[in-house]
């Protein structure tokens, strides 16, 4: 069940992220960090499948544009995660 939400959460982010919530790895990098083991499993988990959406399988999903977007935005803030 948890997988299924990750990859919702993933598509909801792929195409949200530059227009609500711009701030999406920053956020995982904060949730990660609450102490909590399994909610920092997950979110190493979900930014895995996104760094596998945006370098692997964007070319797919994504219109050019808004994939160098966001590898842009994932490449600006990799020091965090």
Do not use: R
Request: aromatic share 12%.
């Amino acid at each position: 069940m948890l997988a299924k939400l990750n990859i919702a959460f993933v598509e909801i982010v792929k195409y949200e992220y530059d227009k609500t919530w711009e701030t999406v790895f920053t956020d995982i990098c904060t949730f990660s960090m609450s102490g909590n083991l399994l909610l920092t499993e997950n979110c190493i988990l979900i930014l895995k499948a996104l760094s596998e959406e945006i370098f692997d399988f964007g070319k797919k999903t994504l219109k050019q544009e808004a994939l160098q977007s966001l590898k842009n935005k994932f490449v600006a803030e990799f020091q965090q995660i």
